[in-house]
Nanobody, 121 residues
Framework: QVQLVESGGGLVQDGSSLRLSCAAS????????MGWFRQAPGKEREFVAA????????NYADSVKGRFTISRDNAKNTVYLQMNRLNPEDTAVYYC??????????????WGQGTQVTVSS
């Protein structure tokens, strides 16, 4: 059974940083593309970032490019999302996912349960 467990969310001030983690189990982590998505209140879930199985390929939504960094540690079966210069528009539930590719409209095989990120102004 595949499990993706996010952690690291919280309440921070405008301009702050957070690092989200997603621990994976039940799959061959090193052979899978992974991604982060988010859903703000009243909005559809949207792509944030994705990383290829080896870690050499990454892709970002324009809204986070230059501020967020996705990375992975295959030895720890964990994918990370370093979020810098957060602003209130980044407030959302952030979801980890196993994806079929690193493109923005990729198919998602599995979702995590999500972790809340709230940025106050």
């Amino acid at each position: 059974q595949v499990q993706l467990v996010e952690s690291g969310g919280g309440l921070v001030q405008d301009g702050s940083s957070l690092r989200l983690s997603c621990a994976a189990s039940g799959l061959t982590f090193s052979g899978n593309n992974m991604g982060w998505f988010r859903q703000a209140p009243g909005k559809e879930r949207e792509f944030v970032a994705a990383i290829g199985w080896s870690g050499t390929t990454t892709n970002y939504a324009d809204s986070v490019k230059g501020r967020f960094t996705i990375s992975r540690d295959n030895a720890k079966n964990t994918v990370y999302l370093q979020m810098n210069r957060l602003n209130p528009e980044d407030t959302a539930v952030y979801y980890c996912a196993r994806t079929s590719s690193t493109i923005a409209n990729t198919h998602v095989y599995y979702w995590g349960q999500g972790t809340q990120v709230t940025v106050s102004s």
